[in-house]
C-alpha cells in the first residue's frame, strides 16, 4: 500500500519536481518512487532523491533556494541537499565511493512517469541496480532491493547495459545475482542464460589466473567495516584513490553562491 504522506510533504515533493520541470534541468526520480514503479514496494521516505549530472547541480541549488530551501553541498564526490520544514531534497550525482557516476544517459535511458500526480522521469531499473551495488554495509544492505528488481521486472533488463554500469566490479554484480536465485531459485530463468555464461566464464578465468597484485577493494564496499585492513593491516585504501579520481566533482565554486549551509 502506498504511504499516507502528510499532505505538506506531499505538496513540498510536488512543488519540487513541478519547479525542477519548469527550470528545464536534467534529473531523474531515483529512491522510493523508483523502487516502486519496478516491483510494487512502497516504502515511507522523508527524501525526494534525484538523480542529476554534477554539472546541474549549482543551477538546481539556485532553484531550489529561490523557493526557500537551506541547500548546502554535503560531499563533492557525489550529494547536495535542500530542505524545507524537515524535508528534503537530496541531488545525488553518483555513490559516494566514486566508482559510479550519474552521467546524461541516465536522464536519457529512464522513463515517463507519475509521482505524485506530476509528470516527471523515473530512474530505470538498470540504473537503479548499479546504484546499489555497494549499498552493502552493516546498517544498510541493499541487495534485497536489487533481487526485488529482478523479480519485479521477471528479468525484462537490459543487461548489456547493466554489465556496462557495473565495468571492472562485475563480480559485485555476478554477487548479486547468485543472491537472487538463492532467494528465487524457481526464476533462475529472469537471468539470461548468455549472462550467467558471461559472468561465470570471467570468474573461472580470473581463479585460474590469480593476480597477487591486485588492490585491496573491501573500502569500496564499506570503509567502516573494512578499517582495520587500513589502518593495522596495511591494505591500501583504494577508496580515497577513487573519490580522488572522480571527475566530474560538483563544482563548489560555481554551487557556493547557492549554498546556506556550510559544506559537510
Request: glycine content about 6%.
Amino acid at each position: 500500500m502506498p504511504p499516507e504522506f502528510p499532505p505538506e510533504q506531499r505538496a513540498l515533493f510536488c512543488e519540487v519536481l513541478k519547479h525542477m520541470n519548469r527550470a528545464g534541468i536534467p534529473y531523474v526520480v531515483s529512491g522510493a518512487f523508483a523502487l516502486q514503479k519496478h516491483t510494487g514496494i512502497w516504502r515511507d521516505t522523508k527524501d525526494l532523491d534525484l538523480f542529476l549530472p554534477a554539472a546541474a547541480v549549482p543551477e538546481a541549488l539556485r532553484h531550489l533556494q529561490e523557493q526557500g530551501f537551506a541547500t548546502e553541498v554535503r560531499d563533492t564526490v557525489w550529494l547536495a541537499k535542500a530542505h524545507r520544514d524537515g524535508y528534503f531534497v537530496d541531488l545525488i550525482t553518483g555513490m559516494s565511493n566514486g566508482v559510479i557516476t550519474v552521467d546524461q544517459s541516465w536522464i536519457d535511458h529512464s522513463s515517463d512517469n507519475v509521482v505524485l500526480g506530476v509528470p516527471t522521469r523515473v530512474l530505470a531499473p538498470e540504473e537503479l541496480i548499479a546504484s546499489k551495488l555497494f549499498v552493502n554495509f552493516r546498517e544498510r544492505f541493499d541487495g534485497a532491493d536489487i533481487v526485488h528488481v529482478i523479480y519485479g521486472t521477471r528479468g525484462r533488463l537490459d543487461w548489456k547495459r547493466l554489465r556496462q554500469l557495473a565495468g571492472e566490479h562485475w563480480e559485485l554484480l555476478l554477487w548479486e545475482l547468485v543472491f537472487f536465485r538463492y532467494v528465487y531459485p524457481a526464476h533462475q530463468d529472469c537471468v539470461p542464460g548468455e549472462v550467467w555464461d558471461d559472468l561465470l566464464k570471467r570468474l573461472e578465468r580470473e581463479l585460474h589466473t590469480p593476480s597477487n597484485g591486485a588492490p585491496f577493494r573491501g573500502s569500496l564496499v564499506d570503509e567502516k567495516m573494512f578499517a582495520i585492513d587500513v589502518k593495522e593491516w596495511g591494505m591500501e585504501n583504494l577508496l580515497e584513490d577513487y573519490r580522488e579520481r572522480r571527475v566530474p566533482k560538483i563544482d563548489y565554486a560555481e554551487a557556493a553562491p547557492f549554498v546556506k549551509a556550510e559544506e559537510g
